[in-house]
């Protein structure tokens, strides 16, 4: 399906709402006929909210092209601050939705160069890369915002060699930063490969290891609290500024409008528990931003040899690194009935570590603020068991803070 041109824009919502699947299904067929193409099915795949400014959903769609089927990733995007030039879009009653296909997003231009073997064959050229075929695999996508796409090379040199964060240019040039300064201060990031400014194409060195949540599954060693305190210690240490705030991304009244909408019974009680959570106060130091089981790449004796995702590090509150690092530990071990009791132990035993140095209440209430932000994710992957996961959570934010 070819990228189709932008047509007379409609009124941007006052509001990102919510479209119904009939005005979704219209808008991804109304735009495959732009483009010369026939929608035959369509199902979403993932919702993202950014409240008070956007709503996505991509979903997989098959085509009829050309007496052909194709299997693609079609989104539609409500956008309360307008459209890029170059965006398609379409009106759905009063509302202006832009409509695409994956790699087209208008918001990434670096995109569609990221996921051509032929194009990243010539950036790895241009880096000095080992020669050979190259073979892409795209590990994260979130519309408008950041895609991840993991580089291989098979040649005389072969294996995984980098990879390649696409963004919006501004934040990538942002992103570059901030891996020099925590490269400089010798914490474990990637490297700093390359940067392609006007595409927003960040490079970056793959660093191999087992993640903590892969630890766990495994039963390999996992790392000593005294390793995490000081990985916190150093990141503080570090002086790494960000042009986000930390305490932003982390604040839990931004999922209040979502979850209510999701469990509008429970709307009152969200609130009051967001708020409670967001009455946080301590000194300004470097923090990760994001920290969760994920993030953290292990050697086999359980060291910390690599952090992933530094895209948020900026100067924040080292209460909500550890928080988020409790209520993920515990949430993986949900996921997983195999290793329930194990990553609540560690949990438990990170928790006791951190709450020596932020203090039980602040600690108490970060936690409680990472369990309500992911209260929203079984949604935006749209789980079939999403509305039970999202109670559930909000359940364990209302236990940590003494609600139940």
């Keep these: 399906m070819a990228e189709p041109t932008s047509p007379h824009a409609a009124r941007v919502a006052s509001e990102p709402s919510a479209l119904t699947p009939a005005q979704e299904r219209s808008l991804l067929s109304t735009a495959a006929s732009a483009a010369g193409g026939r929608l035959l099915s369509s199902q979403a795949r993932s919702v993202h909210h950014r409240s008070g400014r956007s709503r996505s959903v991509v979903h997989?769609?098959?085509?009829?092209?050309?007496?052909?089927?194709?299997?693609?990733?079609?989104?539609?995007?409500?956008?309360?601050?307008?459209?890029?030039?170059?965006?398609?879009?379409?009106?759905?009653?009063?509302?202006?939705?832009?409509?695409?296909?994956?790699?087209?997003?208008?918001?990434?231009?670096?995109?569609?160069?990221?996921?051509?073997?032929?194009?990243?064959?010539?950036?790895?050229?241009?880096?000095?890369?080992?020669?050979?075929?190259?073979?892409?695999?795209?590990?994260?996508?979130?519309?408008?915002?950041?895609?991840?796409?993991?580089?291989?090379?098979?040649?005389?040199?072969?294996?995984?060699?980098?990879?390649?964060?696409?963004?919006?240019?501004?934040?990538?040039?942002?992103?570059?930063?901030?891996?020099?300064?925590?490269?400089?201060?010798?914490?474990?990031?990637?490297?700093?490969?390359?940067?392609?400014?006007?595409?927003?194409?960040?490079?970056?060195?793959a660093l191999g290891g087992p993640t903590i949540a892969e630890a766990l599954r495994s039963g390999a060693p996992l790392p000593t609290t005294a390793a995490l305190l000081d990985l916190s210690a150093r990141f503080a240490a570090s002086g790494v500024q960000g042009s986000r705030d930390p305490r932003a991304f982390a604040d839990p009244v931004r999922h209040v409008e979502l979850l209510s909408e999701l469990l509008p019974a429970r709307a009152e009680e969200i609130a009051e528990l967001a708020s409670c959570a967001a009455d946080l106060d301590a000194p300004l130091v470097g923090v990760h931003g994001d920290l969760h089981p994920g993030q953290l790449l292990l050697g086999p004796d359980g060291a910390i040899t690599g952090v992933l995702d530094v895209d948020g590090a900026g100067q924040g509150y080292l209460a909500h690194d550890a928080g988020n690092l409790i209520a993920h530990l515990a949430a993986t071990g949900e996921l997983d009935p195999t290793i329930t009791a194990g990553a609540a132990r560690y949990a438990r035993q990170v928790q006791d570590?951190?709450?020596?140095?932020?203090?039980?209440?602040?600690?108490?209430?970060?936690?409680?603020?990472?369990?309500?932000?992911?209260?929203?994710?079984?949604?935006?992957?749209?789980?079939?068991?999403?509305?039970?996961?999202?109670?559930?959570?909000?359940?364990?934010?209302?236990?940590?803070?003494?609600?139940?």
Aim: charged fraction near 25%; avoid cysteine.
């Design 60 to 205: 997989e769609a098959v085509l009829a092209v050309d007496e052909q089927r194709l299997e693609v990733l079609l989104v539609t995007h409500v956008d309360l601050r307008g459209y890029p030039d170059g965006a398609f879009v379409l009106s759905a009653g009063d509302l202006a939705v832009a409509v695409w296909r994956f790699p087209l997003d208008p918001y990434l231009p670096g995109l569609a160069s990221a996921v051509s073997s032929e194009r990243v064959r010539q950036l790895l050229d241009e880096l000095g890369a080992p020669p050979g075929e190259v073979t892409l695999r795209t590990r994260a996508y979130r519309p408008t915002r950041r895609a991840v796409v993991e580089v291989r090379v098979h040649g005389p040199v072969s294996g995984r060699v980098l990879y390649l964060k696409v963004l919006p240019p501004r934040r990538a040039r942002s992103v570059a930063r901030r891996h020099r300064q925590l490269t400089g201060a010798g914490l474990p990031v990637p490297g700093l490969v390359g940067l392609a400014e006007q595409q927003g194409i960040v490079a970056i060195e």
């Design 353 to 404: 570590a951190y709450a020596e140095v932020v203090g039980a209440d602040a600690l108490a209430r970060a936690t409680a603020a990472s369990w309500l932000g992911l209260a929203t994710s079984a949604h935006r992957a749209q789980e079939p068991t999403w509305r039970d996961q999202v109670g559930h959570r909000i359940d364990r934010a209302a236990s940590v803070l003494g609600r139940r």
